[in-house]
């Protein structure tokens, strides 16, 4: 491998990661505040780029508007899932991670009837394709834009989660539901707004997704979504920065692996799943070493 391929496969496997950190973001929020892993993420992952995009294809609706629509439509969806699903199992551990794969399937069939079950190419601006050079590198606009809008985002999202009132109650719930409930705080707007922000985060990942590969679909959102969750185990499920660098290190992993060794490029999803497999063997608690607080079912 030559030094300007090596170069190119470091920033995509960057923008890949930087995806995957954008979809991980959403299961550590959930994780950390009510200890629920969210089967159904990817799929909100998946509606949100598929909403946009058929917005703008089918209908014509300028792309600015038609992103903005596809995030909207997913929050609200995902505010009514939580309100009359999530919320009412809550209390039963095993009902409420059960219920995640029924509103995953139910996303899934939604979208093929009402939309379609075919690929699509997402629209994207034009200035996003053309080509960046460096000496030998060649590596399109969109790359980097991926790399500047995720670190962008994620700086946002630190902001928020440390300087704000609202980010203020996120962490003041994730430690003690019951005692900040004593003290006066709303924990369900709370609870509400911590599923708002996380599909946001990963319908901008899907945003980017589409501007960086040709095809979308309804199905996306099954691998996507789990790349997004090992990412977080990676991390340190419950860590915000954990999930960040467990994306970060996933995507980056995953490119390495096809540019050092393409023949196994097939075997890329696998390699994934057996190093998830290795930290929860080796290093449950991540990267940032996450003290996992066992819950009875």
């Keep these: 491998m030559t030094i300007s391929s090596f170069f190119q496969f470091v920033v995509l496997g960057l923008s890949l990661g930087a995806m995957y950190a954008l979809i ?16 159904a993420h990817g799929d909100f992952f998946m509606l949100a780029g598929f909403t946009a995009m058929w917005a703008a294809i089918a209908y014509g609706v300028p792309l600015a508007l038609a992103l903005i629509l596809g995030l909207s439509f997913t929050i609200a969806v995902v505010l009514i899932v939580n309100r009359f699903i999530y919320r009412p199992l809550r209390a039963y551990k095993m009902a409420a991670f059960t219920s ?20 699509k190419g997402f629209p994207h601006p034009a200035f996003l394709d053309t080509p960046i050079k460096i000496g030998n590198i060649v590596i399109p606009m969109v790359t980097p834009f991926i790399i500047v809008i995720a670190l962008l985002l994620f700086a946002i999202l630190t902001f928020l989660v440390n300087n704000t009132k609202i980010g203020t109650a996120m962490r003041a719930v994730s430690q003690d539901m019951e005692m900040v409930t004593l ?23 899907a945003i980017l997704w589409g501007m960086r590969y040709p ?26 920065p954990g999930a960040m660098v467990g994306g970060f290190v996933l995507g980056f992993l995953e490119i390495m692996l096809i540019g050092f060794f393409p023949e196994y490029t097939n075997i890329r999803d696998i390699f994934s799943y057996v190093l998830m497999i290795l930290f929860l063997l080796l290093r449950p608690g991540g990267i940032f070493n996450v003290k996992v607080r066992e819950e009875k079912v």
């Design 24 to 39: 991980s973001i959403g299961y550590t929020i959930i994780y950390g505040i009510i200890k629920l892993i969210n089967l």
């Design 100 to 119: 995640t794969f029924a509103v995953s399937m139910v996303i899934q069939a939604s979208v093929i009837i009402f939309m379609t079950a075919r690929a």
């Design 183 to 205: 003290m006066g705080v709303d924990v369900e707007r709370v609870i509400a707004f911590a599923f708002a922000l996380s599909v946001a985060y990963a319908g901008a990942g």
């Design 215 to 240: 095809a979308f679909d309804p199905f996306i959102g099954v691998v996507t979504g789990l790349k997004g969750f090992i990412g977080a185990v990676i991390g340190g499920i419950g860590s915000i």
